[in-house]
């Protein structure tokens, strides 16, 4: 029997590439050895409403767990691979999650990547960027500062092994910083264009 990993990778690349019969077949082979397992669930009732048969779906989505979660994940993953798919899923966790940035960032940008602009800039006005900088800026700046601060008072009490314990994590911050410091920015410039 094959990994259930493999398995799911399997029936993920089908799924990509609409083969929605050999999807199905790996799925179902997967839930007959492991009925519970949420993603492939998941998996069988996505293909069951793609292909038409929502009612079907419905009982899949109920033993998949928390479907918000997993539809975030596959319109991320479907986002430059099939926007109309993944746009339908990006529709449907803005609305049970009308507060969550990335994800209206993401619909937006997928909207201005279909031409579709006065959809992405409706995206960017639901954009609350001041969390964003705070959580992806000041808060990564701050603990770097913190630590350096403390650093800087070891290596003049002489503690200086600890003092680079607490230099390598003020380095950590900057990566966190670079990281994420330009996706809040992004935002911030998105949601001042959007005009709201």
Not at 107 to 113: N, R
Not at 150 to 158: D, E, N, S
Not at 164 to 174: E, K, N, P, S, T
Request: glycine letters at 6%; hydrophobic letters at 40%; a positive charge.
């Amino acid at each position: 029997m094959e990994s259930i990993g493999n398995l799911l990778n399997q029936i993920i690349a089908h799924y990509e590439k609409k083969e929605y019969d050999a999807a199905e077949k790996l799925v179902d082979v997967l839930l007959v050895s492991h009925p519970d397992f949420h993603r492939g669930q998941f998996m069988k009732a996505v293909i069951l409403e793609e292909t038409g048969r929502a009612d079907d779906a419905e009982r899949h989505y109920d033993k998949a767990g928390n479907r918000y979660t997993l539809w975030s994940r596959l319109a991320t993953q479907l986002h430059d691979i099939d926007p109309d798919r993944a746009l339908r899923y990006y529709e449907r966790v803005t609305k049970a999650d009308p507060q969550n940035n990335t994800l209206w960032f993401s619909l937006g940008d997928l909207y201005e990547k279909m031409g579709r602009r006065d959809d992405a800039r409706e995206c960017y006005k639901n954009l609350s960027p001041v969390k964003e900088v705070l959580s992806r800026i000041f808060i990564p700046l701050g603990f770097m500062i913190f630590l350096l601060s403390g650093a800087i008072a070891m290596i003049q009490r002489g503690e200086r092994g600890l003092a680079l314990v607490v230099v390598a994590a003020a380095v950590f911050c900057i990566f966190w910083l670079k990281r994420d410091a330009g996706k809040a920015v992004k935002m911030v410039i998105k949601k001042i264009q959007s005009g709201k």
